[in-house]
């Protein structure tokens, strides 16, 4: 990797500086304009640490206007509920081969780190239907992508995990792990016994010395309490390796006084929770007639007792969510909005706390650490993420990985074409 200079850009401080990247970290910090003549060009550039993406399906994306043998059949999910989503990619999910997981995922990482993501953490679907298919597809982009972004694969399994009924899981879920899987994942409020559940994925996971980021309380209903029981399981075993709870919706419609009991036990276990706020504002409380609930988790009260809290975009146009740009800063906007987040809090989510929850080394604009950046047309973060301009340029371990620059014409009529 050839050293270089990125000179011109802003800090979200205000100061204009200059950076030399080297050996994949920023080397040198200058206030000095440059002299040098291979370098990259960030004036008017608000230059930040690289977002991450903590919370993605990358064997789904894309799958919006496929899902089902009719269009009727994506209509009937999209515009429901969670279950609905569940049941129509479930039906769908046998069908699709490995190439085709593989050319959407491509498209959809591509889309990311465009955006600025240098670190990407995605679920894929294991199971008897599907085996270890996605997997594989998964596996494949991870290498061929790896100079743009690194990539966390969690296995995703069906259920039950649970009793005998649940072996052929528990054998899938091994299985994915020996072929590359990073992280434990699952879904324990959807089989018949979650606590049960939830044990069988921390014991796999420690048998295969590996973090586990957990599908928690995904609905507004004050039972099952699978936080709780996860919390349980993770202090009761002393569970040594990372743990992430994502979703945690309930939490959000507790009492406060039952919120904080929850968010002060969560720090004690170390666990963090990633909020997922495109598809729990698309898919929570549509059978609320009215005063909607806005289906984020307890923000505020999680952070406030130390809780590392991030944010992701989760569903990319799929049947979990029609929508999403595979932007993070769509995420941060989603956070200021309904979550009543600071842009700066949104921001630290998709990325600081991010980095925090996957393990991921810390970014800082500093000298010594890790050339892991975006930079992007906006005077400041709160106009970064009001405004997501497209124009940015992606670094990715010391490399530009991502270029985009846009034109816009005002095309005004002339006074004759006016009175014509």
Not at 179 to 189: I, L, M
Request: glycine share 8%; charged share 20%.
């Amino acid at each position: 990797m050839t050293p270089f200079w990125a000179r011109g850009g802003h800090l979200a401080d205000g100061r204009r500086v200059d950076l030399h990247l080297a050996d994949a970290r920023i080397s040198e910090i200058s206030p000095r304009a440059s002299e040098i003549l291979d370098d990259v060009d960030l004036t008017g550039f608000l230059v930040l640490p690289a977002p991450v993406e903590p919370h993605a399906h990358l064997d789904k994306a894309y799958t919006a206007d496929l899902v089902g043998a009719t269009r009727n059949d994506l209509a009937r999910a999209t515009g429901a509920d969670l279950s609905a989503a569940v049941e129509a990619w479930l039906a769908y999910r046998p069908t699709v081969p490995e190439a085709e997981i593989a050319v959407r995922a491509t498209t959809a990482v591509r889309a990311y780190v465009a955006n600025g993501v240098t670190a990407l953490r995605s679920h894929v679907d294991i199971g008897e239907d599907v085996g270890v298919r996605g997997l594989a597809a998964l596996c494949a982009v991870r290498d061929a992508l790896a100079a743009e972004c690194e990539i966390q694969i969690v296995a995703f399994p069906s259920v039950p995990l649970t009793g005998t009924a649940g072996a052929n899981n528990r054998a899938w879920l091994r299985e994915a792990l020996a072929q590359g899987a990073d992280v434990v994942g699952g879904c324990p409020a959807r089989d018949p016994d979650p606590a049960a559940c939830i044990a069988v994925l921390v014991s796999i996971a420690a048998e295969a010395g590996v973090p586990i980021d957990l599908h928690i309380d995904e609905h507004l209903d004050a039972e099952p309490d699978t936080l709780s029981l996860l919390t349980d399981v993770v202090i009761g075993t002393a569970f040594p390796h990372r743990v992430v709870a994502s979703h945690c919706v309930s939490l959000g419609m507790a009492a406060p006084e039952r919120a904080h009991t929850v968010a002060d036990r969560l720090a004690a276990a170390g666990i963090a929770v990633i909020s997922l706020p495109h598809t729990n504002l698309y898919l929570q409380g549509r059978d609320h007639p009215a005063a909607v609930p806005r289906g984020l988790t307890a923000l505020r009260i999680l952070r406030e007792a130390g809780v590392i809290v991030a944010a992701g975009g989760d569903n990319l146009q799929d049947p979990f969510n029609c929508l999403g740009r595979a932007d993070p800063l769509e995420t941060a906007a989603l956070l200021v909005l309904a979550g009543h987040d600071s842009p700066e809090a949104a921001y630290s989510s998709i990325s600081a706390a991010a980095r925090v929850a996957l393990g991921l080394s810390s970014v800082d604009i500093a000298v010594g650490a890790p050339a892991e950046l975006l930079a992007i047309r906006a005077a400041n973060v709160r106009e970064a993420i009001a405004t997501g301009s497209p124009d940015r340029v992606v670094v990715h371990a010391g490399r530009v990985v991502a270029r985009t620059t846009t034109t816009r014409q005002y095309l005004t009529l002339s006074p004759q074409e006016v009175n014509a």
